[in-house]
């Protein structure tokens, strides 16, 4: 009875089918082929340098396993690199590459490529000429990683951007995907893994392009006819960063161009980063088969800044900006904004820039006025139940007293201030919040507004009313 590549193989599928997801089997199993068996080494191919990464790092120990149960303690794999032959060349590429030597397999001794030293694989596909273009990256040198600061809501995304800065192309993470809220550093922390990869890396192409930006191109390119100009322009690039790819969605033709591109960098081993702000699951109208490249790599979430993170970032800014600023100031701007480290390095610039225009010290009342200024365009609207829930509370009653029909005094300025608040506060109309507050109509509405603002010019006691539940619903 004869044992071939394919018979060792077998016997190793269907052990490793018992033990693992069915979709795990089909997206890492199936497209692999036995190539052949010499001694105890099996070759098996996998269709890109990504393909075998992900093998060993997530599935070595079962390979291990079905493997030695085939061929015994010295059993060894050797992965063979198939790379899809985009520009026609005849030969197809491979590369063999022993399994790690990071597992117990014992499979260093394997010989190791055709006489190639270089374990890193080489772009076989150079198109003439294009090599001595020389691509601007795009990148601001003021977004590093030196003034990205950690925290515990960055800190999964600025390793993982560390450790592609430092083996683009070379690591799991590709695509590198980080998302996140708007104003949380996305842009920043993209720019700094491609300047720190220029840095360590000069003779490579980066490039960073926002996904708007290269929307606008791909239309122009089809415009002209350039079309595959643009595509082969593109798959030159050895980092490709594009920003805000959220931007994507509904963009057929876009994602449709983007993802011949991203194939054929991840095929050659190129580094592609992209951001969003949102995560994969989350993005609507993007292409089924873009988003599953989206998560092939690693989705690094950028959370919103704690406390501790959001003081640093500030004084780290007012540093390097040569700028002294009292700590109490500092905490009570990063006590008050939030969400937003844009906003957070707003409120200060204005904050230094209204001392100096006015000559005014910083204290924490000025302080106050702007971050009032910043939160209030950014802040949630409330719910004008919220509202009646806030009011009714501060007065110690409840809801269905405040909405009741009773004429008593202070039931009807509670509800008269509820009515303020939401017309304050949310963007509902005269008539919607009428019927929401006791079934009144617009004109009640209009009334108990105009009443408020006469009491509160006229009443000192009313005046304080209308400060408490303003700070109650402020925060
Ligand atoms: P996004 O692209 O997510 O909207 P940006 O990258 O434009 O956000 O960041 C907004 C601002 O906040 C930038 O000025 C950036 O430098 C700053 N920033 C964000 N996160 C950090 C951080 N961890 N440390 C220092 N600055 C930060
Ligand atoms: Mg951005």
């Not at 060894?76 to 590429?93: A, C, D, H, R, S």
Request: glycine share 4%.
């Amino acid at each position: 009875m004869s044992v071939t590549a394919q018979s060792v193989w077998n016997n190793c599928l269907v052990f490793i089918k018992d033990n693992i997801q069915p979709q795990a089997y089909k997206t890492w199993f199936e497209p692999i082929q036995a190539v052949k068996l010499t001694d105890n080494a099996l070759s098996i191919q996998v269709p890109s340098k990504f393909f075998y990464e992900w093998l060993e790092e997530h599935y070595v120990k079962i390979l291990k396993v079905s493997l030695t149960k085939e061929l015994g303690e010295k059993a060894k794999l050797v992965y063979i690199i198939k790379m899809e032959n985009t520009y026609g060349n005849k030969q197809p590429f491979t590369e063999k590459i022993p399994s790690s030597n990071r597992t117990t397999m014992k499979s260093q001794e394997v010989d190791v490529p055709l006489n190639n030293k270089n374990p890193e694989l080489r772009n076989p596909f150079v198109i003439p000429g294009i090599r001595n273009v020389k691509i601007e990256s795009q990148l601001n040198p003021n977004y590093s990683f030196e003034n990205f600061l950690e925290g515990d809501s960055n800190r999964l995304a600025r390793s993982a951007g560390l450790a592609v800065a430092s083996k683009p192309g070379g690591t799991s993470f590709n695509p590198l995907l980080i998302f996140g809220g708007v104003g949380l550093g996305k842009t920043h922390l993209a720019h700094a893994i491609g300047v720190d990869i220029k840095d360590k890396y000069p003779e490579k192409t980066v490039l960073y392009i926002s996904a708007e930006k290269f929307t606008q191109q791909y239309i122009d390119s089809v415009k002209k006819n350039n079309r595959n100009d643009f595509i082969h322009f593109y798959q030159i690039i050895d980092v490709l960063i594009i920003d805000d790819v959220q931007f994507l969605s509904g963009k057929t033709g876009t994602q449709d161009v983007f993802f011949h591109i991203f194939n054929h960098l991840h095929q050659n081993g190129k580094q592609v980063i992209l951001t969003s702000d949102k995560a994969p699951v989350d993005m609507q109208d993007i292409e089924q088969r873009l988003l599953s490249r989206f998560k092939w790599g690693l989705s690094a979430e950028l959370q919103t800044p704690d406390f501790e993170t959001r003081v640093s970032i500030l004084k780290n800014k007012l540093y390097r900006d040569g700028v002294d600023m009292p700590d109490d100031i500092i905490e009570y701007v990063a006590k008050n904004i939030k969400t937003n480290v844009r906003e957070l390095e707003g409120a200060i610039i204005s904050l230094i820039a209204q001392s100096s225009f006015n000559k005014k010290e910083i204290t924490i009342d000025l302080a106050r006025v702007i971050v009032e200024k910043f939160v209030k365009n950014t802040k949630r609207e409330v719910s004008i139940d919220y509202i009646q829930k806030v009011v009714s509370d501060y007065f110690q009653m409840d809801v269905d007293t405040l909405q009741s029909k009773t004429r008593k005094r202070h039931i009807v300025q509670a509800r008269q201030l509820a009515m303020f608040f939401a017309k304050k506060f949310t963007k509902a109309s005269l008539a919607s919040i009428g019927s929401q507050i006791g079934k009144r109509d617009h004109a009640t509405v209009l009334h108990a507004c105009k009443t408020v603002d006469n009491l509160t010019s006229t009443d000192k006691q009313f005046r304080k009313y209308v400060d408490d539940i303003s700070k109650k619903l402020s925060v």
